[in-house]
């Protein structure tokens, strides 16, 4: 697959709150120190539409803000592409939670946050944009299905694409079924060659492999984040980003295939 540019990075999530102390981890010159990922309003959006955003939906635009702070590109003219293994979970339990109740009184502002988009809209509503986006889930290749379909809208539409990669752990009983352990969001701007921007940080392209195991880390804490979150699939990709240089990692993708990412330092 022809490569495409890789503008900047970004990252959310216990002990990895953003991109300078991501890379002291990656690179070893930060212990990575357990801690608790705040929660808080976005300051994206008007007043009416911030009190309805949930956890999931504040971890998304956090992200993806931070990504776009070290870019030269306005953020209304940024194809979007969120990718989340399983939305919005505490909000789809208390619709069913509501839905056993007489009457069934589902809430209007539940609801419209229980579709899989939800943080797609309130992101493009807080910027004003009319640019295409998808939202898109693949249980845990969803991150590697969210970076293809990214990596393809750059390369069939010649244009810059947002990607944002986000899971929260699901409230009980469905995390019973569906166990995610921390929060986690990250972002990638990717562009295609030759375009104008003040930040490079390399080239990747990708190719489906087979028979290929996933990469992971020898790390103990770092891995298990990778396998607590399927956004956190991402974390090896990031890490390559942090250190520099060229190489090659596997993500997880489906039963039969993985997701072969090159990086190219530039």
């Known amino acids: 697959m022809t490569p495409v540019r890789i503008l900047t990075a970004a990252i959310n999530a216990p002990g990895l709150p953003d991109w300078a102390t991501a890379r002291g981890v990656f690179g070893q010159l930060e212990s990575l120190e357990p801690a608790t990922l705040p929660f808080s309003k976005t300051g994206l959006l008007p007043p009416n539409e911030e009190r309805r955003t949930t956890g999931t939906i504040q971890l998304a635009l956090r992200v993806a803000r931070q990504a776009l702070e070290e870019t030269d590109q306005r953020p209304e ?69 969210g970076l293809l379909e990214a990596v393809t809208q750059v390369l069939t539409e010649d244009r810059i694409v947002l990607l944002v990669a986000y899971d929260l752990p699901p409230p009980p009983p469905i995390r019973e079924v569906r166990p995610i352990r921390d929060p986690y969001g990250m ?60 190489d090659r990692v596997v993500l997880p993708y489906t039963s039969r295939s993985g997701l072969a990412v090159e990086l190219n330092a530039p």
């Open 77 to 145: 003219d940024l194809a979007t592409v969120f990718a989340s293994s399983c939305g919005d979970a505490e909000v789809v339990l208390r619709i069913c939670r509501s839905l056993a109740l007489q009457g069934r009184p589902v809430s209007p502002i539940q609801f419209h946050n229980s579709v899989h988009n939800a943080a797609a809209g309130y992101w493009h509503i807080a910027w004003g944009s009319i640019a295409p986006s998808v939202s898109l889930a693949a249980y845990d290749g969803t991150f590697a299905a």
């Open 187 to 246: 972002a990638l701007v990717l562009a295609p060659e030759g375009i104008h921007e003040h930040t490079d940080w390399g080239t990747l392209s990708l190719s489906l492999v087979s028979e290929e195991p996933e990469t992971g880390f020898e790390a103990s804490e770092l891995e298990s984040i990778r396998l607590g979150n399927p956004a956190a699939r991402s974390l090896p990709l990031l890490q390559l980003l942090a250190l520099g240089g060229s």
